[in-house]
């Protein structure tokens, strides 16, 4: 089914709530979360075509510790292609400070060491789109929660990026959990 007939059937269902557009948008970003279809960088596919190929060959030998090495350096190789992605997908080069939400990033608001954990946010970034409405900004889909409360569905609208926001990806990757 073509993503835009997935799009006009949300449009369709959702065309009583405040803000279809929203509510669609936000549907679809669920549903591109749960079926992802896209590569992540270019080349991911073929990268886990050759580690599953790899690992067929190791596992017929039952060598475990070699399984722990191809998957560790599908980790490392992996990581280093996002971040080729994000240099490359960055105007002003690696260097540069995000202007918004990064997809594959965990954000936390009002973090300072003194608030009750119920007090703040945490929001996990699977995509950005432009809103199709002119000059309705890009929109941040992903999921959020309160304090240690369950995760939802949310999406975030521009400009809510600078009320506080702070990248805590690597902190939530040591002990997070969604």
């Not at 030998?61 to 996002?82: I, K, N, S, T, W």
């Not at 400070?97 to 608030?115: A, I, M, V």
């Amino acid at each position: 089914m073509s993503r835009t007939v997935i799009q006009l059937a949300l449009r369709r269902h959702f065309r009583r709530d405040a803000d279809p557009e929203a509510s669609a948008a936000q549907a679809l970003a669920r549903y591109d979360a749960e079926h992802p279809s896209a590569e992540a960088y270019p080349g991911e596919l073929v990268m886990l075509r050759g580690v599953v190929a790899t690992l067929r060959a190791v596992a017929e030998h039952g060598d475990l510790p070699e399984v722990r090495q191809v998957l560790a350096e599908h980790q490392r190789d992996e990581q280093d292609a996002y971040a080729e992605t994000r240099e490359k997908s960055s105007p002003t080069g690696a260097d540069a400070t995000p202007d918004f939400f990064q997809p594959g990033r965990t954000y936390s608001k009002g973090q300072d060491g003194y608030k009750a954990p119920e007090q703040t946010w945490q929001f996990r970034c699977v995509a950005v789109a432009d809103h199709p409405r002119d000059g309705a900004g890009r929109r941040a889909f992903g999921f959020m929660r309160q304090g240690l409360g369950p995760w939802e569905s949310s999406g975030v609208r521009e400009g809510e990026y600078e009320r506080g926001w702070t990248d805590t990806t690597s902190d939530t990757q040591k002990g997070g959990s969604a």
